[in-house]
Nanobody, 117 residues
């Protein structure tokens, strides 16, 4: 079992910044993919940024150059620094951890990010 708890969402004006945090606990040593996803109203959940086992990172094209994923292994925490936010970044942001061997993704409860003037 893995537990993920997100924090850091909120309301921000266009051009502003937010940092999301995801505290991960449980059996985490064999996580294959951990990162951030988002779901806007009426749309499917999509990858925003993630760490892939082996050391690579993936970013959605729409956030490249604006968002940065990072991690603090000592705190078992994954961060998403979001800069130059746009109204189209408005969504519920979820932290997810995927295990290939189980073919299962664990999700946090989500945190709302709203970009509006």
């Amino acid at each position: 079992q893995v537990q993920l708890v997100e924090s850091g969402g909120g309301l921000v004006q266009p051009g502003g910044s937010l940092r999301l945090s995801c505290a991960v606990s449980g059996i985490i040593f064999s996580i294959d993919v951990v990162g951030w996803y988002r779901q806007a109203p009426g749309k499917q959940r999509e990858l925003v940024a993630a760490f892939i086992s082996g050391g690579t990172t993936n970013y959605a094209d729409s956030v490249k150059g604006r968002f940065t994923i990072s991690r603090d292994n000592a705190k078992n925490t994954v961060y998403l620094q979001m800069n130059s936010l746009k109204p189209e970044d408005t969504a519920v942001y979820y932290c997810g951890a995927h295990f290939n061997i189980q073919n299962r993704t664990y999700w946090g409860q989500g945190t709302q990010v709203t970009v509006s003037s």
